[in-house]
């Protein structure tokens, strides 16, 4: 499976970005996904998470509220809508998928690239 991420960028504390992540090679549906980031300095952690078939979400406790996890199974993307944006939120996110019903942990089967989100004041 190949997991493009797409969406990062530079955006002011307070703003809004939209991460995506499209899944090819791979039955998408067939995989419970997440959302997960790296800053400098700092071990890779877990944002959010989606069960394969999106009826269940969970969300570290520092973005609940703020980010909302999503996926289409039919387009084989999964989303992370992040609002009101704060400092501590800059890292690079990636996008994970692992051949069970739902996530767990911080380990994967398959990883894309990352894409860098940088908030900024």
């Known amino acids: 499976v190949q997991l493009v991420e797409s969406g990062g960028g530079l955006v002011q504390v307070g703003g809004s970005l939209r991460l995506s992540c499209a899944a090819s090679?791979?039955?998408?549906?067939?995989?419970?996904a997440a959302w997960l980031r790296q800053a400098p300095g700092k071990e890779r952690e877990f944002v959010a998470s989606?069960?394969?078939?999106?009826?269940?979400?969970y969300y570290r406790n520092s973005v609940k509220g703020r980010f909302t996890v999503s996926r289409d199974n039919a387009k084989d993307a999964m989303y992370l809508q992040m609002n009101n944006l704060k400092h501590e939120d800059t890292a690079v996110y990636y996008c994970?998928?692992?051949?069970?019903?739902?996530?767990?942990?911080?380990?994967?089967?398959?990883w894309g690239q990352g894409t860098q989100v940088t908030v900024s004041s």
């Open positions: 090679g791979g039955t998408f549906s067939s995989y419970a």
């Open positions: 989606i069960s394969r078939n999106g009826d269940a979400a």
């Open positions: 994970a998928v692992r051949s069970a019903a739902t996530w767990i942990g911080v380990n994967g089967d398959y």
